[in-house]
């Protein structure tokens, strides 16, 4: 993957600078040292993820491998990274390798200012492309791609010259890079978020610069929608991927982007992408899986989705990995679905069910139902012991609107009072709350997602 001589008018915009992608023809990121990773396999533990969005295009083709490491991976995990993926290479953005020793490993600086280079650039090899999974517990598993299984995706239509994309992912992990890839091989500029700027001023900077595709998860689109400053960006095209999207939020968002393609995707870092709705409906119709997307198979099993296709990763890495498929070639998603009148919805994750006197209990299930309710933006459903059933189900509450949570006690209790009988309304009594409390916020995780007991 080569920017050079493809990409004159396209550009990365961070937070603090601007690259042209042209000037990679002649300037290098990596200050002349490129050659010595001329078959390495190569860490790239950059904080700045501009810097990072330079080295991809500058190490495809060159490094044996490349490992994308998330900006707050742990040091102790990064440590386990480096000696998993046998890096004879480690590139950061910080010169300080005495606070972070990595045995014989070379470490070189990198930076988004460009050192012009003589030597012409040359690709020698297919690079393999390693993501880390995102689990918030214990070392994170590394996932082997080529950049044929990341590319593989359907893109939308684009115009080079009128396309602007931008992503509240950061690039390092699977649901950005995918976006990062589509404006690459686009040949259409990327507007790049900050971790250390506020959604306010990430969406103002975005919308000066006429970002027109832009991408989250569900819970980056509702802290957007709670906030206020949606209406910063005007996009043509808003996606969503990594959480479920229920139909409370597809509906908020067709409210305020009412000129966007509204559409919502499945992919895992393991399975790929494996389609895009856009019919404005939770959930995917059950013909889907006659009819999959190119290249894809997809099926159910064990009220699991399994995915089979060239998007698949190819392994783990790693001496005592497990094995990423079965042995029919199928990736199990964990990812739950249950069919109503023809169409398959989301329900939750294998291991999320909370269990209710021997009852399942799906937290996004009942989340969805929640979501409903007019006056909530978003909401966390999960367990709290109880000695008859072992568990009942409890809920925290963002309330949509100026006011963060109910401090009036009357209007608290007529707030809880409707939302139960929403849940009542649809649900089995044993998923519905036992327990509504109002918070001003959820913790969300760096990969964008709602922080879940046990995950």
């Known amino acids: 993957m080569t920017a050079t001589g493809k990409l004159p008018g396209s550009s990365f915009y961070g937070a603090e600078a601007t690259v042209a992608l042209a000037d990679l023809a002649q300037a290098s990121s990596l200050g002349g040292r490129l050659e010595q990773l001329r078959g390495a396999s190569v860490v790239l533990a950059t904080e700045d993820q501009l810097t990072a969005a330079l080295l991809l295009i500058e190490l495809d083709g060159v490094a044996r491998r490349m490992v994308l490491c998330p900006p ?53 090899q297919q690079t393999e492309w ?21 590319a593989g995706p359907s893109r939308a239509p684009m115009r080079a010259d009128k396309t602007i994309w931008s992503t509240f992912y950061d690039i390092r992990r699977y649901g950005g ?75 908020s968002l067709r409210a305020v982007y009412s000129k966007a393609r509204i559409v919502h995707a499945f992919a895992s870092t393991e399975a790929g992408v494996a389609f895009d709705i856009e019919d404005g409906k939770a959930g995917f119709a059950a013909e889907l899986l006659e009819r999959p997307a190119s290249g894809v198979e997809l099926k159910i099993q ?75 933006r978003m909401s966390l459903v999960k367990s709290r012991k109880n000695p008859i059933t072992g568990a ?29 009988d929403t849940c009542r309304r649809a649900l089995p009594a044993h998923k519905v709350p036992a327990m509504i409390r109002f918070v001003p916020a959820l913790e969300v995780s760096a990969s964008g997602k709602l922080v879940r007991p046990g995950a």
């Open 72 to 124: 707050d991976l742990p040091q102790q995990h990064l440590s386990e990274v480096v000696r998993v993926a046998e890096a004879g290479v480690i590139v950061r953005d910080i010169a300080d390798a005495q606070a972070m020793p990595f045995g014989t490993t070379t470490q070189i600086t990198a930076t988004a200012s460009l050192t012009p280079i003589q030597t012409p650039r040359r690709q020698s």
């Open 130 to 150: 390693v993501l880390l999974t995102s689990g918030t517990t214990g070392a994170p598993k590394l996932v082997a791609h080529t950049l044929a299984s990341l």
């Open 177 to 251: 890079l995918q976006i990062y890839l589509r404006a690459v091989l686009g040949g259409v500029s990327l507007v790049l978020s900050s971790a250390k700027e506020a959604a306010a001023d990430f969406l103002a900077r975005a919308g000066a610069i006429g970002v027109t595709h832009i991408s989250g998860t569900p819970t980056h689109w509702r802290r957007v929608l709670m906030s206020g400053v949606a209406q910063r960006i005007s996009p043509q095209y808003v996606r969503l991927s990594g959480e479920i999207a229920d139909q409370a939020l597809l509906d």
């Open 302 to 376: 064990d009220g699991t989705l399994r995915i089979r296709g060239v998007r698949n990763a190819s392994r783990y890495l790693g001496d005592a990995a497990s094995a990423l498929a079965q042995s029919d070639g199928f990736v199990d998603t964990g990812d739950m679905v249950e069919l109503r009148s023809g169409r398959y919805y989301f329900v939750g994750r294998k291991g999320g069910v909370i269990n209710v006197g021997g009852l399942k209990v799906h937290p996004e299930e009942v989340e969805a139902v929640i979501n409903t309710h007019p006056r909530v």
């Open 392 to 420: 009942i189900v409890v809920a925290e509450v963002v309330m949509n609107g100026d006011k963060s949570q109910a401090s009036d006690f009357l209007d608290t209790q007529a707030l809880t009072k409707e939302i139960i």
